[in-house]
């Protein structure tokens, strides 16, 4: 199993441009995470999702998208990138028990993607 | 997060001591407790988790204790070594709430 993986690793944007974060998940979880980390190590959540074809907003969700269109995959979107995004994102997953169970469990992150936006 | 304070920001102790980091949480639905430590440059990782229906768990030099009553958890860490610095962090998702959300997070420093 590959666990979680995001793509890219690095990105550097232009101020306006747009971008997509693409995470990938191979555990069949049904709880999948976008999380921001900026220097002085806080993760805030910027968006989750609890199936496919479903999306929520958490702590930070303002200037980013999303979507579930897949189990297996979540996107992050930024439509006009700012000085203010450049961060280092993090995805996760988790899996929520049977039977829609609802149950919290260990979250898996990915390696991280370091955004940098000038 | 929202409903979970972490305590102190940053700890530093000797090698070969023992490091206490503190997370006080406000709903009482709080059922599930768990630790994360991230290295330098490394994504986050378990470590350590508790549930409500038990008062300690230990795995190794690591535990972690909750008082529900009070609403508090705590990861103790024994005999510290190098790798042991990182930053740790602490969620408390309340029951059937998916919405995760993590403490400030704690770096702590192994001196040696």
């Known amino acids: 199993n590959a666990g979680v993986t995001q793509t890219p690793k690095f990105r550097v944007l232009k101020t306006g441009q747009s971008m997509t974060l693409l995470c990938a998940q191979d555990m069949n979880h049904e709880y999948m995470y976008w999380y921001r980390q900026d220097p002085g190590m806080g993760l805030r959540l910027i968006h989750y999702s609890v199936g496919e074809g479903t999306t929520a907003k958490g702590e930070v969700p303002d200037g980013y998208n999303v979507s579930r269109l897949k189990k297996q995959n979540f996107l992050l979107g930024l439509e006009s990138a700012a000085p203010s995004q450049t961060s280092v994102y993090f995805c996760?997953?988790?899996?929520?028990?049977?039977?829609?169970?609802?149950?919290?469990?260990?979250?898996?992150f990915g390696q991280g993607t370091r955004l940098t936006v000038v | 997060g929202e409903n979970v304070e972490q305590h102190p920001s940053t700890l530093s102790v000797q090698e070969g001591d023992s490091a206490v980091i503190k997370c006080t949480y406000s709903?009482?639905?709080?059922?599930?407790f768990p630790w994360y430590k991230q290295e330098l440059g490394k994504r986050p990782q378990l470590i350590i988790d508790i549930r409500s229906n038990v008062g300690e768990k230990k795995d190794q030099r690591i535990a972690v204790t909750l008082n529900k009553t009070a609403k508090h958890f705590s990861l103790h860490i024994t005999e510290t070594q190098p790798e042991d610095s990182a930053v740790y962090f602490c969620a408390a998702p309340p029951f059937g709430n998916e919405k995760l959300t993590f403490g400030t997070g704690t770096r702590l420093t192994i001196i040696p």
């Open positions: 996760a997953s988790s899996y929520s028990g049977r039977g829609g169970a609802k149950l919290n469990t260990e979250a898996f």
């Open positions: 709903d009482s639905a709080s059922n599930y």
